[in-house]
């Protein structure tokens, strides 16, 4: 019998879809996980390398900021050679949303709050991005909010977020161009909840969902993982951009992460570990540490428990694919439920990687 936690069988809110390069965003389409690059968009050589890196660890579209000329010309070069699809990110001067446009680029967003007179271009940029079959996003952030709205509500609350969204989205809608996702973004994980929700109510638009200036790795992760937990688990959000003070890559990985861990993304590496006690006779974390870095890059999806005592130790072990029940400084190794063999505890990381390399050589060989 299934127990019912809450978790929706299905998303319930099924948007238009878009289709960023390759990549569908909405329309039923699974959860994308986006980034952006930090170094400097005209320095072509370092942010395709930095591409390459996102690339290789799951990111599925990404982003680069164009504040100059300079990094508007690069746009063709990186278009053409990026493995995933580029967006690029326009602020304060609206003529690279045509250089963008141009140069090949799989979508644009702009925030109409930092881009002045912005109103007044929409027309000339429904047609350049509906005839090159480009989609905008519109990406509006707490931090920089419409002056006019933020003098009509006094700060940037959940609905002056919405209400600058949908505002830019009826001007393009006016010009017959509906091919848009929006964000509304914010630093409290509470404001973006609430904003998110609101925006869902009343539009079919793809959403793409973010903290913005989430903060450091852990601070930024606790509140990416709440707020886009909440969010997905009631089926809001089509893609996903984990925001931190820290290398792009590790964006991704808590991105994807989050997606494994609501079921919307297969998990391929999951390490279960207790957190250890006065109960433990082995060093959980030293184990659980170097299980991790050996298993990495694991190839197929592994579920390993590393258990430090006899309480759970056994029963979560013999529920994963792989795992040790450890105690005196020894452990017993489990293979798909069964004990198959017992090990001194200095030889429990070597063997758990061992058995983990012959089940993927079987899982292998089993998909030929």
């Known amino acids: 019998m299934m127990i019912d936690l809450g978790m929706p069988s299905k998303r319930p809110r099924v948007s238009r879809q878009v289709m960023v390069g390759g ?7 699974p959860v994308s996980v986006q980034s952006m690059t930090t170094t400097p968009t005209h320095d072509v ?32 070069e990186i278009a053409r050679k990026s493995q995933i699809p580029v967006i690029a990110d326009i602020h ?12 090949g680029c799989a979508a644009v967003r702009v925030n109409p709050g930092n881009i002045k007179k912005f109103d007044d271009r929409v027309a000339e940029i429904a047609r350049a991005a509906s005839a090159a079959g480009v989609p905008i996003r519109i990406g509006v952030n707490a931090g920089s909010l419409d002056p006019r709205l933020l003098a009509k509500y006094g700060r940037a609350t959940p609905e002056a977020l919405v209400e600058s969204a949908l505002w830019e989205c009826s001007l393009f809608e006016e010009h017959g161009f509906l091919d848009m996702k929006i964000s509304v973004k914010h630093h409290d994980p509470v404001v973006m909840v609430a904003a998110y929700r609101q925006l869902a109510a009343r539009c079919d638009y793809p959403l793409h969902l973010g903290v913005t200036e989430a ?16 969010l997905l688990a009631e089926g809001v959000g089509d893609t996903i951009r984990v925001s931190l003070s820290a290398p792009p890559v590790e964006e991704v990985k808590v991105g994807i992460g989050i997606l494994e861990s609501l079921g919307l993304r297969q998990r391929k590496l999951e390490i279960v570990s207790c957190p250890s006690c006065g109960r433990a006779q082995v060093d959980v974390y030293r184990l ?58 200095s030889r429990i990381v070597e063997t758990l990687i061992d058995e983990a390399l012959r089940l ?5 060989a089993d998909s030929q």
Not at 47 to 62: F, H, M, N
Not at 215 to 230: E, I, Y
Not at 288 to 303: M, T
Not at 360 to 364: C, D, I, L, N, W
């Open 23 to 29: 990549v569908p965003v909405g329309g039923g389409a």
């Open 45 to 76: 050589d370092a942010t395709l390398q930095q591409i390459a890196e996102l690339t290789a660890a799951g990111c599925q579209i990404v982003r680069v900021a164009v504040p100059t000329h300079d990094d508007a010309d690069a746009l063709p």
């Open 92 to 103: 304060f001067q609206p003529r690279y949303v045509f250089a963008a446009i141009d140069a």
């Open 360 to 364: 993927a050589g079987e899982s292998a």
């Open 288 to 345: 659980a540490e170097e299980v991790s870095a050996g298993l990495e890059d694991f190839p197929f999806p592994l579920r390993v428990a590393v258990m430090g005592c006899v309480v759970n130790g056994p029963g979560e072990a013999r529920e994963a694919d792989l795992g040790v029940a450890s105690g005196n400084g020894k452990g017993q190794i489990f293979v798909k439920g069964e004990v198959v063999r017992t090990v001194p505890e």
């Open 215 to 230: 903060g450091p790795l852990m601070q930024g992760t606790v509140k990416s993982a709440v707020a886009f937990g909440v």
